[in-house]
């Protein structure tokens, strides 16, 4: 099994940055690919950012890419999303998850495990 809990969310203005992190536990976390997913209010769980096994290979929305990175420290069991140019649409709650898959996962459901999540508030 693995567990994962999500951090550093907060308050910031439009254009400033957040630094989201995800720390697992349990086993073989560096053999999941890991994604970050966000639900915004009234809305369904949308794809933000995904990575691979080793890290060679990212994936990203179009409403984020330019803006957001996502990276992986597997010594440290970690996933980190870098939040920059933020907007107010970017307001959601983000969640971390992880998924056995080859490549690089887009969609929710070839995701095994899933963060409680972390509110993201960016005022305008």
């Known amino acids: 099994q693995v567990q994962l809990v999500e951090s550093g969310g907060g308050l910031v203005q439009a254009g400033g940055s957040l630094r989201l992190s995800c720390a697992a536990s349990?086993?073989?976390?560096?053999?999941?690919?890991m994604g970050w997913f966000r639900q915004a209010p009234g809305k369904e769980r949308e794809f933000v950012a995904a990575?691979?096994?080793?890290?060679?290979?990212?994936d990203y929305a179009d409403s984020v890419k330019g803006r957001f990175t996502i990276s992986r420290d597997n010594a440290k069991n970690t996933v980190y999303l870098q939040m920059n140019s933020l907007i107010p649409e970017d307001t959601a709650v983000y969640y971390c998850a992880a998924s056995r898959t080859y490549t690089v996962p887009t969609g929710q459901n070839l995701y095994d495990y899933w963060g409680q999540g972390i509110q993201v508030t960016v005022s305008s």
């Open positions: 990575i691979s096994w080793r890290g060679g290979s990212t």
């Open positions: 349990g086993r073989t976390f560096s053999n999941y690919a």
